[in-house]
């Protein structure tokens, strides 16, 4: 036998200790683990991934961002108000502008109408970093379809990272050290795929203020994300599919504290963006005691005033709103 | 691209299988500048067109500078290339800092200028390469090396992926030789290898990485840190930087073992010094010895007066800090060492062991005065890291007067763990794995690396490795962070 191919067999053989030792040591933690992420908040995915598939007897007004998303929406109110079926797909500001585009792109059909709200990170650091991206595919592998080649180099990067993070997570699962906030769950979302575990909890003030306080957008990244955009459109366009761009609900303070770097990006999305722009940043930016744990994710009332702006402002645009079914003002 | 990533390692089995399949030596070159600029681009493409040209220029003057018999024209042309790399150098790493000093000397004395600073962005790894590349058109200048027989041995030598961006700083003399003859794929050198880098990953991410969050949240609030704190942050420092910057020399020595090449030792377990000029022998090694080579001798070296040998230490020193980074923190860094090393003979030092001296001496149990010393020395190495580690001058300073005067302090004890806060790891498993780690180096202190354990029974090795594997992928911090000496 030769060197080289005694050095493989040995190397392999180190490996399969390690796998085995894995195997032995692990598996009774993974299995509760599975259960973990299987009701975890990214799991959802699944949900409304579902929910997205499903036919329905009249359009779909979709949804798409990150948790401000998912946290920012009445559906019920929505529904009730506009003629549209309304499914929220915001999930995760992690995944990046691409992979949500992504996700929700096979299942449009002809007269849907999408809202866009993208958190203001997603203009920040091109591709974003692979930890979010990573937990979505734990959750469901099928995920792995809708990510873009440019998230490559960060998810190999990050790949380590991710595994040493599910050793660490299975074992403590099962001892119980796994933190699970409750509103963090698969099953705090509605059908619709709005958050609502939260709803009647008190504000989590310690998460907010641990969170970064200024942006700093890098052109090159905005104009990135504004191409990815602008390319949704023009293949939703054709599928007689309509885009509108709704900004963030980003808190007052932040959103007073980074005012030029908004307000520059906020231009460059007028002058750039091939669809509508419905709102302002400042039109939807809130006090904070709207806010539940973070400086994006609303409460109960405050999900409520901002749905309401989105049907009034989106209303004068689609064809089919009852217009004279007006919501009931906060 | 970072050792500790899956990228590397995916990169590495491909490498590794390719290389070997390839029969001829000069396609295994080519290869291997492939992959290193493959390795090196994947941080910013455009960093490869500058390690191109500088190898370009570089085997240009070499191939002249061999040829050359006129020695007005060899000096002209080695002052050429001199000027040419420390003129990149200068530009990419110390511009703003000259700059920034300019403006405020000139402001100071009230003729006010607008600041000359640019936006440069510092590529990766360039003192390493610049240093690496000045010692093959030196070494040709001075009869002491013949030129690289092609460009692509030149690139390969030059580009060699392992040691590209945070060394051993390899030079041409013993670097280039292995690049220019064949290589055959060695059982035992690559076992070796591995063990290596296995003792690198562990040190990096088990050690390194856990420490770096406490000794961050230390030196970036110092004010709000009592001085019992900051000096435990301190030592903490110190092991942090050890460990972080000698697992990188540690996997690179490893992986290029893994190529049929051999990598110089790049740290002799520093810390069981017992004097600062030992410290020395056994800190960043091909640094140190590439200042006295090419610095410290050339200036006269201690066959010079009293008084001379000083000022060529101190200068030594001060390049060192200077070559570290563009602040004055370093600086002063390097002139502490430097005085230290003035001093020592004052005090009568230890100074008279080498590298490949066993560290702390033979005895397992060391006697009382070599345990002196050994302390004596590791904290005078730690109270010059301050400096090298704080943001600013002020900052050390306040590090220093709380650290003096509040040990005394009951109170500066009451909320010492909080120093843990910013901890991944629980205190008793970091700390634990941190006194594992002293002890092992201890222990396996005559060995080049502690993890050298070829002539224990095969389970037990296997064992540890086992052991040293799990912590590290359970424990070690995989965060895709960068090494420390990547900044320099």
């Given amino acids: 036998m030769s060197n080289l191919k005694r050095f493989v067999l040995r190397l392999a053989g180190f490996f399969s200790l390690q796998a085995a030792v894995a195997g032995v040591v692990l598996t009774p933690y993974m299995i509760n683990y599975r259960d973990v992420v299987a009701n975890g908040f990214m799991a959802a995915s699944i949900d409304k991934q579902a929910e997205l598939k499903q036919p329905q007897s009249r359009p779909r007004l979709v949804l798409v961002g990150g948790s401000s998303v998912a946290y920012g929406y009445s559906s019920p109110l929505l529904k009730d108000h506009l003629q549209y079926e309304p499914v929220n797909m915001g999930l995760h500001a992690g995944l990046g502008a691409e992979f949500m585009l992504r996700e929700v792109e096979p299942g449009l059909k002809s007269g849907d109408i999408v809202v866009i709200s993208l958190e203001y990170e997603n203009f920040i650091g091109f591709p974003p970093g692979a930890k979010d991206v990573y937990d979505v595919i734990e959750a469901d592998w099928r995920n792995v379809q809708f990510l873009p080649l440019s998230y490559l180099p960060s998810l190999m990067d990050e790949g380590l990272v991710f595994l040493g993070g599910v050793f660490r997570r299975s074992v403590a699962s099962a001892t119980g050290d796994l933190e699970r906030k409750p509103y963090y769950q698969r099953n705090s979302f509605n059908n619709y795929g709005d958050v609502t575990g939260h709803y009647g909890l008190p504000q989590v003030t310690e998460k907010i203020a641990s969170e970064g306080k200024t942006f700093n957008f890098d052109p090159q990244d905005v104009q990135y994300v504004i191409r990815s955009l602008n390319e949704f459109n023009q293949r939703a366009k054709a599928r007689n599919i309509r885009v509108f761009y709704s900004y963030a609900p980003l808190m007052k303070k932040v959103l007073t504290e980074n005012q030029t770097q908004i307000e520059n990006v906020a231009q460059t999305l007028s002058k750039s963006l091939e669809f509508p722009i419905l709102d302002r940043p400042e039109d939807v930016a809130y006090l904070d005691s709207a806010y539940f744990d973070s400086r994006y994710h609303l409460n109960q009332d405050a999900a409520r005033q901002r749905t309401i702006a989105l049907i009034d402002r989106l209303s004068p645009h689609l064809p089919i709103a009852h217009h004279e079914n007006s919501p009931d003002r906060p | ?488």
Wanted: with cysteine; charged share 15%; proline share 4%.
């Fill in chain 2, 1 to 488: 691209m970072t050792f500790t990533t899956l990228t590397f390692i995916l990169l590495l089995a491909i490498a590794f299988t390719t290389y070997w399949s390839i029969k001829q030596r000069s396609y295994q070159n080519i290869f291997l500048i492939i992959v290193s600029y493959i390795f090196y681009g994947w941080w910013d493409y455009r960093f490869c067109f500058l390690l191109f040209f500088s190898s370009l220029v570089d085997y240009v003057a070499g191939y002249y500078l061999a040829r050359l018999e006129d020695p007005k024209w060899r000096r002209l042309l080695l002052g050429l290339s001199l000027i040419f790399n420390l003129g990149i150098l200068g530009f990419f790493k110390y511009w703003n800092f000259f700059a920034d000093s300019l403006s405020r000397a000139l402001g100071s004395v009230g003729w006010q200028v607008d600041a000359f600073s640019l936006n440069v962005i510092l590529p990766l790894g360039i003192s390493f390469y610049t240093f690496q590349t000045l010692t093959y058109t030196i070494d040709i200048y001075r009869r002491q090396l013949q030129p690289a027989r092609n460009l692509i041995n030149y690139l390969c030598y030059l580009s060699f992926f392992p040691q590209l961006v945070a060394g051993p700083i390899e030079r041409a003399s013993h670097l280039l030789p292995q690049v220019e003859r064949d290589r055959q794929f060695n059982y035992a050198r690559s076992v070796d290898g591995c063990q290596q880098m296995l003792w690198g990953f562990f040190k990096k991410m088990a050690i390194a990485d856990n420490l770096a969050p406490i000794v961050e949240r230390a030196y970036a609030s110092p004010g709000g840190m009592s001085g019992p704190q900051l000096a435990f942050a301190t030592v903490l420092f110190a092991f942090q930087i050890y460990c972080d910057f000698s697992a990188y020399s540690d996997i690179a020595i490893g992986t290029a073992r893994l190529f049929g090449f051999d990598l110089m030792q790049n740290f002799a377990y520093p810390y069981f010094s017992q004097s600062i000029s030992e410290f020395w022998r056994r800190w960043h090694i091909s640094l140190s010895t590439w200042l006295k080579d090419y610095v410290y001798i050339p200036l006269g070296g201690s066959r010079v007066a009293p008084i001379r040998r000083s000022l060529n230490v101190m200068i030594t020193f001060l390049l060192s800090g200077l070559w570290h980074g563009a602040s004055l923190n370093f600086v002063i860094w390097g002139g502490i060492h430097g005085a230290l090393i003035i001093l020592e003979p004052l005090w009568g030092a230890k100074s008279a062991l080498k590298a490949t001296d066993i560290p702390g001496g033979e005895r397992r149990l060391p006697n009382f005065s070599t345990v002196f010393r050994i302390v004596l020395t590791f904290t005078l190495t730690c109270f010059a890291w301050i400096f090298f580690r704080a943001q600013s001058g002020q900052t050390a300073a306040l590090i220093i007067r709380k650290i003096l005067t509040e040990p005394f302090q009951l109170a500066a004890y009451q909320s010492f763990g909080t120093i843990f806060s910013t901890s991944p790891l629980e205190p008793q498993i970091l700390i634990t794995l941190l006194i594992g780690f002293i002890a092992a180096e201890w222990m396996q202190r005559h060995k080049t690396y502690p993890l050298q354990i070829e002539k224990w029974h095969a389970p037990l090795r296997w064992l540890v490795y086992t052991a040293l594997f799990w912590i590290t992928l359970f424990w070690g911090t995989w965060n895709t962070g960068e090494f420390v000496y990547f900044q320099f």
